[in-house]
């Protein structure tokens, strides 16, 4: 039986962060968000009218027209285009939508809460997400060690794994300050994309004034190329709800937030049924509640101000910084935001210690990075590597090498898309960030789109520009104009043939928003124009002079 608007009302206007599942719940019941459903929401929550309609209409999957729940939606990621996924739409009269995460099975097509997989009209299925890659090279990992164990996604298979025994010890010893330093010792850092010391982020809150305190865990895994997110939470739900269980007592937390993107709804099914799970166990209680929240589609929430923001039911823009969310997060309290394989690489961290960690790298490099590696190449999937293994070891030895036999790899991207591209003799790097970020790109959160030679760079250029131009918020100006004065460019929309004066007038608009953009969107979207610039000159000569 449908809930009325009253019932909608109760049920999440006394929890915290209520609009979006309220919204949600409306949406599911009527197939959209109608006028008067809006003026409920808005009298209900109290919130004006016209700020709750501004904020309804940034999102991608939030229909305002009468069956928008149930149209199909096909991925249009860079990977996915290479697939026909422009033919697919077509062929299905179907909507699309920017990269859904799944670049290692495509083609993905949402169809209400169910995803579809399949080049064709006819061979589109319902099937749950690959497994992660073994690990070829025999290293040892930390977040995929027995995630492929049959079971492990129910509880009792975790704990047969020494799931929870982490906590457990946590909580029978009772020293907070302990495991923050274990934590800090093992050089554990952000896996999300900024490798902020992971340590001296819990520190920060447990020192910080103010309750209560939170942790935010950002599963809005809306980077092109990254998927592995995804994988962890689909296979091994519980070691995030441990790992955040265990931020929280480390910082004296007492509630909780999973901000899952909304292009996974099977994730969000299992994620609903490992936290009772947990809860019925005894591992969830009065001391940390753990709220499951989803998104509605908007790239820029995976920047944690836009996430925050967006929880507390406000415009998804990102925040001024300082004051940083460690001091006034959430609900302006002091608050942690990690990303899921931050989060679930402490429990192992925990059980095995500190220089269990560290030497899992190769070198003078700690831990393990997991890859998404997607595209041109014949093995796609996720791979945990020891951070400093070469990326043609990557490629070559544990990917396949070219999808197509005799094919050479033209460039990949790092970062997702966020760092641009690799090619020529800088494909010769380590995965790790001093390496890349030498050659004038970062690994951020790990995803690496493989293109071979027979790819248009310029097209794809001009692909990933108009990507950031489309989830570019607005807020600033030189995001918002920028993004999309190069696609201008890249496209040969506007601007000037000459290539010299290509070249400068990319390059003034690509320092300028590297300078003043606002977060770190319009910082990033420039490195891909510049490694174009600087992989690709004959192409822009071509493209100039056409």
């Known amino acids: 039986m449908s809930m009325t608007d009253a019932q909608i009302l109760e049920r999440y206007a006394r929890e915290p962060a209520p609009l979006l599942p309220v919204l949600h719940a409306f949406h599911d019941r009527d197939g959209y968000l109608s006028e008067e459903a809006l003026r409920v929401v808005a009298d209900g929550l109290r919130i004006p009218i016209a700020d709750l309609f501004g904020t309804v209409t940034f999102y991608h999957h939030f229909s305002r027209k009468p069956g928008g729940l149930h149209g199909k939606r096909v991925c249009t990621?860079?990977?996915?285009?290479?697939?026909?996924?422009?033919?697919l739409a077509r062929s299905l009269g179907a909507e699309t939508m920017p990269c859904s995460g799944r670049c290692d099975d495509p083609i993905p097509v949402l169809e209400g809460h169910t995803t579809l997989i399949g080049n064709t009209v006819s061979d589109l299925v319902h099937k749950p997400s690959p497994l992660p890659a073994p690990n070829p090279g025999g290293y040892q990992e930390c977040v995929f060690a027995g995630i492929r164990e049959e079971g492990r996604a129910g509880l009792a298979g975790y704990r047969k794994g020494g799931g929870y025994r982490a906590l457990e010890k946590a909580l029978a010893e009772n020293d907070p300050e302990g495991l923050i330093r274990t934590v800090t010792e093992s050089k554990l850092a952000g896996r999300g994309g900024a490798g902020f010391p992971t340590g001296r982020k819990w520190q920060a809150v447990r020192d910080a004034p103010g309750e209560p305190k939170t942790i935010i865990c950002n599963a809005d895994e809306g980077e092109p190329g990254c998927f592995k997110d995804r994988a962890i939470m689909d296979y091994d739900p519980h070691a995030l709800i441990e790992g955040m269980a265990l931020a929280a007592f480390a910082t004296g937390a007492t509630r909780g937030f999973i901000y899952l993107r909304y292009e996974y709804p099977e994730t969000n099914d299992i994620l609903?049924?490992?936290?009772?799970?947990?809860?019925?166990?005894?591992?969830?209680?009065?001391h940390f509640k753990l709220y499951l929240r989803r998104g509605a589609g908007a790239y820029i929430c995976g920047e944690e101000g836009s996430l925050i923001n967006s929880l507390e039911g406000k415009h998804p823009f990102p925040r001024n910084r300082p004051p940083f969310p460690v001091t006034h997060g959430f609900e302006d309290k002091p608050t942690v935001v990690n990303n899921v394989e931050t989060l679930v690489s402490v429990p192992p961290i925990l059980r095995h210690g500190a220089a269990w960690y560290r030497d899992l790298g190769l070198g003078e490099h700690a831990g393990t990075k997991i890859i998404s590696l997607s595209g041109d190449v014949a093995r796609p999937g996720n791979y945990e590597a020891p951070f400093g293994l070469p990326l043609h070891t990557l490629l070559h030895d544990w990917a396949g090498g070219p999808a197509v036999e005799g094919g050479t790899i033209q460039a990949v991207t790092m970062a997702g898309l966020s760092g641009g591209f690799l090619a020529g003799d800088d494909l010769n790097v380590t995965l790790d960030e001093p390496c890349i970020r030498a050659r004038g790109s970062f690994l951020g959160a790990g995803g690496i789109m493989v293109f071979d030679s027979s790819r248009d760079m310029m097209a794809i250029a001009a692909e990933a520009m108009h990507f950031f131009a489309e989830e570019s918020c607005g807020k600033c100006f030189p995001c918002r104009i920028g993004t999309q004065r190069l696609t201008e460019r890249l496209t040969g929309a506007a601007g000037p043939r000459d290539k010299t004066a290509w070249l400068d007038e990319v390059a003034d608009l690509g320092s300028t928003m590297k300078a003043v953009s606002a977060c770190g969107l319009g910082i990033a979207a420039p490195l891909i124009t510049e490694s174009l610039v600087r992989y690709f000159p004959e192409r822009i000569e071509q493209h100039c002079a056409s």
């Open 77 to 87: 990621g860079p990977v996915c285009c290479r697939k026909g996924a422009r033919e």
């Open 272 to 286: 609903a049924a490992a936290i009772g799970e947990a809860e019925a166990a005894g591992y969830l209680g009065d």
